[in-house]
Nanobody, 125 residues
Framework: QAQLVESGGGSVQAGDSLRLSCTYS????????IGWYRQVPGEEREFVAV????????SYTDSVTGRSAIWRDRAKNTVYLRMDSLKPEDTAVFYC??????????????????WGQGTQVAVSS
């Protein structure tokens, strides 16, 4: 069964760093672009970062640019998102999403994606 499983969330202090992991299995997700989104209760899910299947292209939302990195380890079927200098406004449930294709545009703005169950990140001031 195809699935995406996030891990690495937790409760941290402002200024700390976290590394989130998205491990995929049971599908050709290794040929998919993989992205991270986050959602705060009552708000829409927003894009955070994405990496294409070859790991040659990445993209970030403005609010995390310069303090985040996304990369993938194909041997481990895992995509990572590291976020530094965390702020209270980073508090959200973080989800990984796999596109139907390998381009970043198959994640960003694409209607059809596969989702994980999410991992909570809580940043206190």
């Amino acid at each position: 069964q195809a699935q995406l499983v996030e891990s690495g969330g937790g409760s941290v202090q402002a200024g700390d760093s976290l590394r989130l992991s998205c491990t995929y299995s049971g599908h050709t997700f290794s040929n998919s672009a993989i992205g991270w989104y986050r959602q705060v209760p009552g708000e829409e899910r927003e894009f955070v970062a994405v990496i294409n299947w070859r790991a040659t292209t990445t993209s970030y939302t403005d609010s995390v640019t310069g303090r985040s990195a996304i990369w993938r380890d194909r041997a481990k079927n895992t995509v990572y998102l590291r976020m530094d200098s965390l702020k209270p406004e980073d508090t959200a449930v973080f989800y990984c999403a796999a596109g139907e294709g390998g381009s970043t545009t198959d994640v960003i703005g694409a209607a059809s994606k596969s989702w994980g169950q999410g991992t909570q990140v809580a940043v206190s001031s």
